[in-house]
């Protein structure tokens, strides 16, 4: 699987149905994270910030509907509602409360997934494709492949400007270092943690004004990395 693979977060409470649906997204290269309860759906979201949900009407715990409402107030996440209503009042409540499509059951688990890969891809082409922080000190030009600092390109390699990539998507996220070696090399290395701590250095020395007290690129202790620009 690609280091590059989105992450897609099931929520629901059947089994059958979450196992037939991660087993034809994992097919299409996608990484799939599960969650049965409203519990542990929110404690995925927070976790592994996924790219799209796939979210059930009814659960044990909660409905589909709250997860939805709750997720809207921090997140512009894509989700797809699952649900056996097929009343049109049901369908506009969940379009209305922030859903982006919903898919009634019985479905096609092909077409499950050619509604995620078009959400996918109408979501990446309307992303940002640079982004500047603290007032443009820092631009991140990711078609471009280019980054700079006070309006200076910055020399970075192949693997830094992953990094660095990887860290400015997702403001806040702590990316542990076993995340960050599979950005960069893939899922299958055998590397390294110190590889990650060596590309972090190297970008600091590059990009800020203070390295020993960093804006950009934070150390979360015993975790990992995550991105403090602003």
């Given at each position: ?200 250095k190297n970008i600091r020395q590059k990009i800020e004004r203070d390295t020993k007290n960093p804006r950009f690129i934070l150390t979360v202790h015993g975790v990992g990395y995550k991105f403090g620009g602003s």
């Amino acid at each position: 699987m690609s280091g590059n693979a989105k992450h897609i977060l099931i929520v629901d409470d059947e089994p059958k149905i979450v196992d037939v649906v991660k087993s034809y997204l994992e097919r299409n290269n996608y990484k799939v994270f599960v969650a049965y309860n409203g519990k542990e759906a929110y404690e995925k979201f927070e976790k592994e910030t996924p790219s799209l949900i796939i979210l059930d009407w009814m659960l044990p715990d909660t409905t589909g509907v709250e997860i939805c409402r709750t997720l809207r107030q921090k997140s512009d996440v894509p989700i797809i509602m699952l649900t056996a209503k097929v009343e049109e009042e049901n369908i506009l409540q969940g379009l209305h409360i922030g859903a982006d499509d919903y898919v009634t059951k019985p479905f096609s688990p092909r077409q499950l997934v050619a509604r995620v890969e078009a959400i996918l891809r109408r979501v990446e082409s309307d992303s940002p494709q640079i982004l500047s922080f603290y007032n443009g000190e820092l631009v991140v030009d990711f078609d471009g492949r280019d980054v700079k600092i006070d309006g200076n390109s910055v020399n970075l390699t192949p693997n830094e400007f992953k990094v660095i990539c990887a860290l400015a998507r997702h403001p806040q996220k702590v990316f542990t270092r076993e995340e960050l070696i599979t950005i960069i090399s893939g899922a299958d290395f055998d590397g390294f943690d110190r590889v990650i701590d060596t590309n972090i250095k190297n970008i600091r020395q590059k990009i800020e004004r203070d390295t020993k007290n960093p804006r950009f690129i934070l150390t979360v202790h015993g975790v990992g990395y995550k991105f403090g620009g602003s």
